[in-house]
């Protein structure tokens, strides 16, 4: 089915800066409130366990919510499900501030990652609308990604800052504050992309499970958005733990890992162009190899230090931007006029497979070594590369 491709007038720098704000809210709002996560039960008197709902819960809404507005924002648009998202983020995050019930806040935490999930589902659907097939959605992918990875390391320097000068309640109410600038900016740039036809059909969304394609493209994201789930997971138990860092000097060399994912996303653009989406991909599966490898060679026969635990970690960096700029495109790119269902599963179903896979390599794997990130990456990279032998055979035969 052909469909005519929403015009957006604005320059990629622009358009960055209308959409990353949204993408970036959903995942601060999990990593600003880690510093105040011990000291809840007693503020709110209540267990640990209650709290750790806020944390668990969050995560599951956040992946669940998209599968069900992805939908809508086929039927309805996505300008709507990105404002009404939007809204129900700075509301709910006001209402957490203002909880004083354990309950209370548990809901309101709830809510805020039905915000985000809603905006979530907008912004790459709307980015799957205007730039499918154009090498500028190959550096918004990327830089999303690269501005990401700087948000579990400066998120909860921020949260420790303002909660320590204003109290935990600051936190929240500076997430909406910064959700409402955000909403205003949307309601006054940020038109409808939808594609026509979309409104009108009323597609199965069986297809998006049959296709060979997205279940390729779907596991490749998952493979680079694993191993820097694992890495996160790792690395502080192995630089702090093992290697002597200072939790200064490790959120230093936490960022060097962001800032060789930054420098590579300059030169996505270049790549997609060169390689193209399955190039990339198959060179991002090689990268995260080629890092393991390292790493296990530095695990055997060394002790953990920036040279055999983070320069690894960099190759495995630039493998990650590699494949994350094409992995939306290859798996939505049979899925125009209803990319936000297909979005919706995409991002549902990466979510689970690196939860479940990547904390199953940290929890039976010795979490304090490298051996963890060298499993998920390994299998992870290899089940994708014979995806791609699959699917290139598949392709050959039609």
């Not at 960055?16 to 704000?21: E, I, R, S, V």
């Not at 992946?63 to 996505?78: H, L, N, V, Y």
């Not at 309101?108 to 589902?121: D, I």
């Not at 860092?245 to 030169?267: D, K, N, Q």
């Amino acid at each position: 089915m052909t469909y005519t491709r929403p015009a957006w007038a604005y320059s990629l720098s622009a358009a960055l800066l209308l959409m990353a704000p949204f993408d970036i809210l959903a995942s601060l709002a999990m990593d600003i409130y880690l510093p105040v996560v011990p000291a809840m039960p007693g503020i709110l008197n209540t267990s640990a366990s209650v709290i750790q709902l806020t944390l668990s819960g969050y995560m599951i809404i956040l992946g669940a919510g998209q599968i069900i507005f992805g939908p809508i924002s086929d039927r309805i648009g996505r300008r709507p499900v990105l404002i009404l998202g939007a809204v129900l983020f700075a509301a709910a995050s006001l209402g957490a501030a203002c909880s004083s019930t354990a309950g209370t806040f548990v809901v309101y935490r709830l809510l805020q990652a039905g915000g985000a999930s809603a905006v979530l589902v907008a912004t790459f659907a709307t980015v799957r609308d205007v730039y499918a097939d154009r090498e500028e959605g190959a550096v918004i992918y990327s830089a999303f990604g690269a501005i990401l990875s700087f948000v579990p390391a400066l998120g909860p320097i921020v949260g420790a800052v303002v909660a320590d000068r204003f109290g935990w309640r600051a936190i929240f109410v500076l997430l909406a504050l910064l959700s409402l600038m955000a909403t205003i900016n949307a309601m006054l740039r940020w038109h409808e992309t939808r594609p026509s036809v979309a409104a009108n059909a009323r597609r199965s969304i069986l297809p998006i499970f049959a296709s060979f394609t997205f279940w390729v493209y779907t596991l490749a994201f998952s493979a680079v958005m694993g191993t820097f789930f694992v890495f996160f997971s790792t690395a502080p138990r192995v630089l702090i733990g093992h290697a002597g860092y200072s939790e200064f000097g490790f959120s230093l060399a936490f960022a060097t890992v962001a800032c060789v994912m930054i420098a590579t996303t300059r030169f996505a653009r270049i790549f997609v162009g060169k390689w193209g989406v399955a190039g990339c991909a198959t060179r991002g599966m090689l990268l995260l190899l080629c890092g393991a490898a390292l790493l296990a060679v530095g695990q055997i026969y060394g002790s953990p230090s920036f040279a055999s635990f983070l320069l690894p970690v960099w190759i495995m960096a630039v493998g990650i931007v590699l494949a994350a700029s094409v992995t939306a495109n290859g798996a939505l790119a049979e899925f125009g006029d209803m990319a936000g269902s297909a979005v919706a599963f995409y991002s549902c179903i990466q979510s689970m497979i690196v939860s479940i896979g990547g904390t199953l390599s940290v929890t039976i794997l010795d979490g304090d070594s490298a051996w963890p990130l060298v499993a998920y990456s390994t299998t992870m990279a290899f089940l994708v590369l014979a995806a791609q032998i699959l699917l290139r055979r598949h392709q050959s035969k039609k």
